[in-house]
């Protein structure tokens, strides 16, 4: 087990890039999949086939497809996703400024993929919200996006909060698998590199990587749990 | 209560559900100030076609008419003539998140622009007119299905509607408070608001309204002035109907 110890800072670091990537396709898919869901139930016949052509795309396709898709075939269009450069986020988050595209490439992959997830939970809440409330709420004039904001969506908070953190949780599992997409050094990579190139025990590093994962989402558990007590106070 | 020009108008509605005609060829007109009750057996349509005249429930042909312009498509044309029809429902449909005064506010503040504190001044002096003024900080669950109805009438009031449709607004409470609900039904009417009331109320068809519509199988059937109508139905349907209803 001594390997945790000496190698605390590969470890520490490969926690790092996981967790950069994890913030951003969290933050990149709640975005995504909200607008997505706003087309899902949108009461315009082609945005609702666009938001539902996007799902069943999206959510039927293994992720390591659309990895593939992301690493090879945006460089075939000729794109090195350089628009993901955004001047204050890559000095933040240093691996989107690079020269080396697989992390954007990744990123890109991540947030597509978890996207159709985050819009089924948002429209799941949504659907459990009596369908009186929108009813009267359009009885008074209110226009489709008023009655999101002011009527529908704060009271479907409550019943997507668990669906949806469990796709974030998901996300960051799968997260694990851009080490094979060319992206060096996250948490799973890791491991490779420290059994295969360098010899370590294979089960030590497991371990180690298995603790770096759980410290993630365990923290984010526990807070979904709060959340929804809260909200179950407040009704 | 003159019956003035026509305010609603429905020229031989249409609609079905699947393979049920829900509204069959129904053509009717309710003059401004007028108030219509529509009573009938369950599944005749009436609630239907109550829906109808704001579009909750579209329709498959014919044309509705309010105020002299048809209904329009989805959109915002069609929010801002919503605003004008003021709708009760018989599940109350309170926005649950929020207060009774917000409840009341929201229209005026959001679809007309109102400044806040104007809206909130006028809703509870719409409040204190249903009665419930003292539960304006409450949420609706808090509150009885009498109170909350009142609040819903409320509510649909602070538009300041042109008309005001009722779809079995007392069905779901309690017997004990189906009066408080009609009373404020009742003062409504007196003061010339254009109503359409689906109901099973008897005595508020009797004493309250202009025109009694009977409605079977999705078809008008009787259209006549309450007394008329309870003293001596026309159609065999609508005798039979009333028999069931009035022997208890």
Known sequence: ?235 | MATGEPLIVLDKVNKWFGPLHVLDDVSLSVGKGEVVVVIGPSGSGKSTLCRTINRLEPINHGTITFDGRPLPAEGRALAKLRSEVGMVFQSFNLFAHKTILENVTLGPVKVRKEKPAAARERGLALLDRVGIANQADKYPAQLSGGQQQRAAIARALAMQPKAMLFDEPTSALDPEMVGEVLDVMTSLASEGMTMVVVTHEMGFARHAANRVIFMADGQLVEDAPPTEFFANPRSERARDFLSKILTH
């Open chain 1, 1 to 235: 087990m001594s390997v945790l110890i000496d190698k605390f800072d590969v470890f520490a670091g490969g926690f790092w890039l996981t967790l950069q990537i994890c913030v951003l396709a969290a933050i990149g898919a709640l975005i995504l999949g909200a607008v997505v869901a706003v087309l899902r139930i949108s009461p315009v016949p082609p945005l609702r086939a666009v938001g539902t052509a996007y799902v069943n795309v999206f959510r039927n396709m293994p992720l390591t497809v659309v990895m593939f898709f992301a690493a090879f075939g945006l460089p075939a269009l000729g794109s090195n996703a350089d628009f993901l450069r955004v001047p204050v986020l890559d000095s933040l988050f240093s691996r989107l400024g690079t020269d080396l595209p697989y992390f954007r490439f990744a990123l890109i992959a991540l947030v597509l993929y978890t996207a159709a997830f985050v819009c089924e939970a948002l429209r799941s809440g949504v659907n459990a919200v009596p369908p009186g409330q929108a009813e009267a709420a359009r009885s008074l004039g209110l226009t489709f996006g008023q009655n999101l904001r002011h009527v529908v969506l704060p009271q479907s908070w409550k019943a997507s909060v668990v669906p949806l953190g469990s796709v974030i949780i998901a996300m960051i599992k799968n997260s694990a698998l851009i080490g094979f997409f060319g992206v060096v050094g996250d948490l799973s990579q890791t491991a490779d590199q420290l059994t295969s190139a360098e010899g370590y025990a294979f089960i030590p590093v497991a371990i180690g990587i298995s603790i770096g994962y759980l410290i993630m989402t365990v923290p984010l558990g526990a807070l979904l749990d709060r959340l929804e007590k809260r909200q179950a106070v407040a009704r």
